[in-house]
């Protein structure tokens, strides 16, 4: 089950008046993960519509295990320190992707379609 993609959610609330600190340390850390921690796919922070406290931050990685061992890195509690200081309450889950739908298919479109040649009686 380790070698699926995994995904980490973190639930976090931070008051309004912290929310600056808090952008810039998810700056700070995501441009540094996403510069270089193996296993690192892609991450999301997301500001609940109706109560502007509530935050998700969410990480998707080739494999869970590249993710806790991010996490149990130094640099992983030093980088993140700036950001958990903003946290009133923060909750943390992990999945493992079971399924999923598969990536759209982009269409060509050609610049110059081929000619339409139409024949026939009539």
Request: include cysteine; hydrophobic fraction near 40%.
């Amino acid at each position: 089950m380790s070698e699926h993609r995994a995904r980490v959610v973190f639930l976090v609330r931070v008051p309004q008046e912290r929310t600056g600190d808090f952008l810039r340390a998810y700056e700070a850390v995501r441009h540094l993960v996403a510069e270089g921690v193996p296993g690192h796919l892609v991450d999301q922070v997301c500001r609940c519509a109706t109560d502007p406290e509530q935050w998700l931050i969410t990480s998707e990685w080739a494999r869970l295990a590249d993710f806790e061992a991010w996490e149990r890195s130094p640099e992983h509690r030093d980088l993140v320190r700036p950001m958990r200081e903003c946290f009133t309450d923060a909750r943390s889950l992990r999945f493992v992707v079971h399924a999923q739908t598969p990536e759209p298919v982009t269409s060509v479109i050609r610049a110059d379609p081929a000619p339409v040649v139409v024949t026939g009686g009539g």
